[in-house]
């Protein structure tokens, strides 16, 4: 990537979008194309092929999506498989037609099957069933990267695919019904210390795992991809640990002050038991993970204190 080639970054507002643009200025690539929802609505076919044949970026960033924790999966189902098919197919299909020939997908860590081996490699990809409660959201993700493989073998173009594990930090979504479970805790402890709560409620058991990246690490790791000018493939994005979720719980609660106890929820699903990404590829090329847990969710409380209770 050279610093003046136009970079259009879809779906900037968003927790990884904005680490994404961070990054890229901070790396001196001056040169970005950003629209909000207002501007541009990437579920619109039409405008999307209008906005790139004219913008005609370099390089695009595909971090759009409709995102969420495990209940919002479960719930808004359609939603989610719906959402996410449109706006990767718009954009991809788009950046194909008007001559964009590198692009990096973000996808996800449960597109691969509930129950394969861990640590998980790219290649146990299609190799068994799906976790159930996000089911349509990992299949439209699926979708995605078998978008941009095939365009690729079709169409000679160089769209990558990257899977993040659970990401966390700055422009997280800390509603208690849509988000993950990281920064669900995160407010969650900050409100029962504020109240002075002797208890505090983790949903289901505490006891899968789960690993977790913060997001200007993952921001980075996009970056550096385009810039080893990879032009093919999958690349899980993780720091290769992983914590229970009760072990996650006991961390946040650390971080935040909260001098309670935690207690489970067992009538809330737990979802799949281990997700835990083998990161092998990534370390190959040169790249891995500088944030460690308890100086990721330091952070994130800073700038959930920042945004959400100044
Ligand atoms: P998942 O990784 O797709 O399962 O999504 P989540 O990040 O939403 O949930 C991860 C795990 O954390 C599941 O086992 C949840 O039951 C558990 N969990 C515990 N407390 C919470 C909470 O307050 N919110 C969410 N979203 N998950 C929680």
């Excluded at 092929?49 to 695009?60: A, M, S």
């Excluded at 099957?113 to 146990?124: F, L, S």
């Excluded at 992983?242 to 935040?256: H, S």
């Amino acid at each position: 990537m050279n610093k003046g080639e136009k970079i259009f970054v879809a779906g900037h507002r968003g927790m990884v979008g904005s680490a994404l643009v961070r990054c890229l200025e901070a790396r001196g690539y001056g040169n970005l194309v950003v629209r909000t929802r207002d501007e541009l609505d990437l579920m619109r076919q039409g405008d999307v092929e209008k906005f790139i044949v004219e913008e005609r970026p370099d390089y695009i960033f595909l971090a759009a999506a409709r995102v969420g924790g495990i209940h919002a999966n479960n719930t808004f189902r359609a939603d989610f498989i719906y959402e996410n098919l449109i706006i990767e197919a718009n954009i991809v299909h788009a950046a194909w037609k008007s001559g964009v020939n590198r692009l990096l997908f973000l996808g996800s860590s449960c597109i691969y099957p509930r129950d394969c081996a861990q640590p998980i490699k790219e290649e146990y990809l299609l190799t068994g069933p799906l976790e159930q409660t996000n089911e349509p959201y990992a299949l439209a993700k699926i979708a995605g990267l078998k978008l941009c493989e095939s365009y690729n073998r079709q169409y000679g173009t160089n769209y990558v695919s990257v899977m993040p594990t659970n990401l966390y930090g700055p422009n997280d979504n800390y509603n208690l019904l849509e988000s993950h479970v990281l920064p669900a805790l995160i407010r969650k402890a900050h409100e029962a210390k504020i109240r002075g709560d002797r208890q505090l409620t983790v949903w289901g058991t505490g006891t899968p795992r789960r690993e977790f990246l913060y997001v200007e690490d993952m921001a980075e790791a996009c970056v550096f991809l385009m810039e080893q000018e990879v032009t093919d493939g999958v690349f899980n994005v993780g720091t290769g640990c992983d914590v229970t979720i009760g072990e996650l719980a006991e961390t946040v609660i650390r971080v935040v002050g909260f001098e309670g106890s935690i207690t489970f929820d067992t009538s809330r699903p737990d979802g799949t038991p281990q997700k835990l990404l083998d990161v092998g590829k990534m370390r190959d090329l040169g790249w891995v993970a500088k944030t460690g847990l308890f100086e990721g969710i330091t952070r994130a409380y800073e700038d959930f204190l920042k945004s959400h209770h100044s």
